[in-house]
C-alpha cells in the first residue's frame, strides 16, 4: 500500500499582500492538520489576479525563483508539517517573466520549476502581456508522496499536457489555477466546461486530479470578476470525490492508494495500446 491524502485549498484575494500569504499558510496547517500530504494553493495567491488588466506597474510583483522569500516562507512550512507544497508565483527571470510553480517537497527541498506552457490572452485574463510561454517543458517530481506533475491554469484545457505527464509517471496531477466570470460575456459559466475537461483528463490517464481555483470578486479596468472557486478533486476514474463550493473559503481532501491504482491503470490498456506513430497531426498547428 502507498497512500497519499491530498488536499485543494480555496480563498479571496486582496491587495493586502501579507495577508494573502497569512491565509494561504493558515489554509496549509489546516490541510495538514486533516491529514493532507499535498496540499495545493491557487494560481498567483501572492495578490489578486493582476493579469485581468495590462498595466505595467504590475511586473513590480515579479520576483527571481533564487533568494524569493515567499517560497523559502513556504518550504520551511513544508518542511515543519512534512507536507508537499506546490507554489505557484510571477517568476522574473533576466528581462523575461513567467507564470511559474516550484514544487517543495515534504522536506523543504525545492525541487525544480515548472513555467505555464499555455498562456491565454482574451478580455479579463491578459497574461501574454505579462508572461512569456514556458521553456521548461512538462514537469515530473518524485516527492515523498508520489510522483507528481502539475500543470497551470489554462494548460488544464489541453489534453496533451495531462498525457505528457501521465507518460512521463503523473501519479497525480495538479492544477492550481484563477479562473471567473467572463467580462465580455457576462451571462456565460465556464464552471462546469472547466471541470469536467479535468474530469476527463483523470478519466483518460486513470490518474487522479486536483484542481484548486480562488474565490472572490475583483474589480479591475478591463472588467470586474467574480472567481468561481469549485475546488475539487477527481479520482483515477474521472469522478469527483471532493468538491468545495464556488463561494467562500475551503478546504477539501481525499485519499487514494497509489499502489492499488497503478495497476488498475495498467490493466485497462490505455497506454499499452497507444499508437505515437499516428499522432504525428498533434505537431501540427492546423493539422
Known amino acids: 500500500m502507498r497512500p497519499v491524502t491530498v488536499a485543494a485549498t480555496q480563498f479571496a484575494c486582496t491587495w493586502d499582500l501579507a495577508a494573502n500569504l497569512d491565509r494561504a499558510e493558515m489554509l496549509v496547517r489546516e490541510a495538514a492538520a486533516q491529514g493532507a500530504q499535498v496540499v495545493l494553493l491557487q494560481e498567483l495567491f501572492e495578490a489578486p489576479y493582476f493579469c485581468a488588466d495590462e498595466r505595467p506597474d504590475h511586473f513590480a510583483l515579479a520576483r527571481p525563483w533564487v533568494g524569493n522569500p515567499v517560497i523559502a516562507r513556504f518550504a520551511d512550512l513544508a518542511a515543519e508539517l512534512g507536507v508537499v507544497l506546490p507554489i505557484s508565483f510571477f517568476e522574473s527571470v533576466g528581462a523575461a517573466h513567467f507564470n511559474t510553480l516550484a514544487m517543495i517537497d515534504a522536506d523543504g527541498t525545492e525541487l525544480g520549476l515548472y513555467r505555464k506552457s499555455h498562456i491565454p490572452q482574451g478580455p479579463g485574463y491578459r497574461e501574454k502581456y505579462f508572461f512569456a510561454p514556458g521553456d521548461t517543458g512538462f514537469q515530473v517530481w518524485d516527492t515523498a508522496f508520489g510522483r507528481i506533475g502539475a500543470g497551470i491554469c489554462w494548460d488544464q484545457w489541453f489534453p496533451e499536457c495531462a498525457r505528457a505527464l501521465a507518460l512521463q509517471g503523473a501519479e497525480l496531477i495538479l492544477y492550481p489555477t ?110
Open 178 to 287: 484563477a479562473i471567473g466570470s467572463e467580462p465580455a460575456f457576462p451571462g456565460y459559466d465556464s464552471q462546469p466546461h472547466w471541470q469536467r475537461v479535468m474530469q476527463g483528463h483523470a478519466g483518460a490517464n486513470m490518474v487522479p486530479v486536483i484542481a484548486s481555483n480562488r474565490v472572490g470578486f475583483e474589480t479591475n479596468q478591463d472588467g470586474d470578476i467574480t472567481f468561481y472557486g469549485s475546488s475539487f478533486i477527481a479520482d483515477q476514474f474521472g469522478a469527483v470525490v471532493a468538491q468545495a463550493p464556488r463561494q467562500g473559503e475551503a478546504v477539501i481532501t481525499a485519499s487514494f492508494d497509489l499502489d492499488e491504482i497503478a495497476p488498475q491503470r495498467a490493466g485497462w490498456g490505455l497506454f499499452r495500446d497507444r499508437r505515437p506513430e499516428l499522432y504525428g497531426v498533434l505537431g501540427t498547428y492546423g493539422g
